[in-house]
């Protein structure tokens, strides 16, 4: 239960950070689609210019984050929830990585005809986040969860980049 509650902690202050890109990348999706549709080499160009800008805030934020995680547990938790910044510190990265999986699923995969891979990449990294899970968790607890979950986030990057470089070869 305890440990409940420390990857709560830390998945909520992550998804706060996340909510930051997740308008811009929406905002992007109609100009995306008529590029790909109309000039399809526009529609790089603009994915390429979407992630430049995107993320190297976002990495900078979550650098931060890593940093002050103590701060960030202290206000928001308490001192009861002190154990959850090492949780906080590994998840950090998670939002870097689901920027860049949005860009990929929403703006590239959608658009260029790739958007019938997304359930079964989902469904792979569901799967793979099942499979760490239970060992992660047995021996690391909250840490472990917090492991599983950047592997699976990585892993489903790694896919999309796969699905992706497969279709334009």
């Given at each position: 239960?305890?440990?409940?509650?420390?990857?709560s902690l830390s998945a909520r202050i992550l998804a706060t950070i996340q909510a930051f890109a997740i308008p811009f990348t929406q905002s992007v999706f109609p100009r995306a689609s008529h590029l790909f549709?109309?000039?399809p080499e526009s529609g790089w160009i603009l994915v390429r210019r979407v992630l430049k800008l995107l993320l190297p805030v976002m990495t900078v934020i979550?650098?931060?984050v890593a940093i002050a995680a103590p701060l960030f547990v202290h206000i928001l938790g308490g001192k009861?929830?002190?154990?959850?910044?090492t949780s906080l510190?590994?998840?950090?990265i998670v939002p870097v990585l689901i920027t860049v999986d949005k860009v990929l699923?929403?703006?590239v995969m959608v658009n260029v005809g790739l958007s019938e891979q997304l359930p079964?990449?989902?469904?792979i990294i569901g799967a793979i986040n099942l499979i760490l899970l239970w060992p992660l968790i047995h021996f690391y607890v909250v840490n472990g969860a917090a492991v599983s979950l950047?592997?699976?986030e990585a892993v489903a990057l790694l896919l999309m980049f796969y699905s992706i470089k497969k279709m334009l070869r």
């Open positions: 239960e305890t440990a409940v509650g420390l990857y549709a109309e000039h979550c650098l931060l009861e929830y002190a154990d959850a910044v510190r590994i998840m950090s699923s929403e703006i079964r990449i989902y469904m950047v592997v699976s």
